[in-house]
């Protein structure tokens, strides 16, 4: 594996090229994107950025965990072809950017509206990111369904020749998503953050056997009503394609999707389903 610090030393690709973009602390659901992506393409190329312009709150821009060794070792046992791991220099030469992308409406709901400037802080490195490292593909986690619309719909509305793969959520054994985040959790915090996970798969059920979108909802508030040390701040069905809540009487795919906050910690997760058709 190719260890690269600056753009200007990343060359073309020989075949097609996948970028996985990550803020490092890699688990197995960054792994899932790598293998994804060496599945779609030639050269697998993966960033390791913490991009400090999608932090709204310094303190967890500071906190952010950094373990760069690691990451590279992980990277290397996985095949990856190169790692780009940009000093803050080099993605933001200027300094703190004058041009950026917006997001639009996406900023307005969910984790747009939790987080003021996150998806135009995100959209602005992911661009730059494709800029720098020229790929054929990106690959992104399902689990940011709300990123991964943003991004689209960005590549969708600038032309940006680049095509988004998307790539499944990876649990634990017991259904916690795999997240960043997950190593601030006490044991006691990892079994209250399993009300998410339930939630999702309540509905989730509850959709595959015929309910509307006000039922499913139902069906999975009910799960995370049993868990009150999980602060929900938000458990809702957003249309795939806007990221805004569907009505309760729609029907069609949706994203049921949930933040909760348990302890210190800010959790996200979320379920692709379909509302109306049941199996
Ligand atoms: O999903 C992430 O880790 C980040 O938002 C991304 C896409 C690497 C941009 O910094």
Not at 34 to 48: G, K, M, Y
Not at 51 to 56: E, G, I
Not at 99 to 116: H, K
Not at 122 to 148: C, E, S, Y
């Amino acid at each position: 594996m190719r260890i690269v610090t600056r753009a200007s030393e990343l060359g073309g690709a020989s075949g097609t090229r996948a970028v996985v973009m990550t803020m490092g602390a890699l688990h197995e659901g960054h792994l899932a994107l790598v293998r994804h992506a060496q599945s779609i393409a030639a050269e697998v190329l993966v960033t390791v950025f913490v991009n400090p312009l999608q932090f709204d709150d310094p303190g967890d821009l500071e906190h952010y965990p950094r373990t760069l060794e690691a990451d590279a070792a992980l990277l290397e046992e996985e095949g990856v072809d190169v790692l780009y791991a940009p000093a803050l220099e080099d993605v933001y030469p200027g300094g703190t950017p004058i041009v950026t992308v917006s997001a639009g409406a996406i900023n307005d709901v969910f984790e747009g509206a939790a987080r003021p400037g996150h998806f135009d802080g995100v959209l602005t490195v992911v661009l730059k990111l494709m800029n720098l490292t020229r790929p054929d593909v990106a690959v992104f986690g399902a689990k940011d369904a709300q990123q991964v619309i943003a991004v689209r719909t960005m590549t969708r509305d600038l032309n940006v020749p680049v095509e988004i793969a998307v790539a499944p959520t990876v649990r634990d054994h017991d259904g916690l998503a795999r997240s960043s985040r997950n190593v601030f959790l006490s044991a006691t915090e990892r079994d209250d953050a399993l009300a998410l996970s339930r939630a999702l798969r309540a509905a989730d059920a509850a959709a595959d056997s015929g309910a509307t979108v006000t039922e499913a909802l139902l069906a999975g508030s009910e799960e995370l009503a049993r868990v009150p040390a999980a602060q929900v701040e938000y458990f809702a069905a957003l249309d795939p394609s806007s990221a805004h809540p569907v009505p309760g009487d729609y029907r069609g795919e949706v994203v049921i999707a949930v933040a909760a906050r348990v302890g210190k910690t800010r959790l996200i997760d979320n379920v692709s389903t379909r509302i109306g058709h049941s199996s």
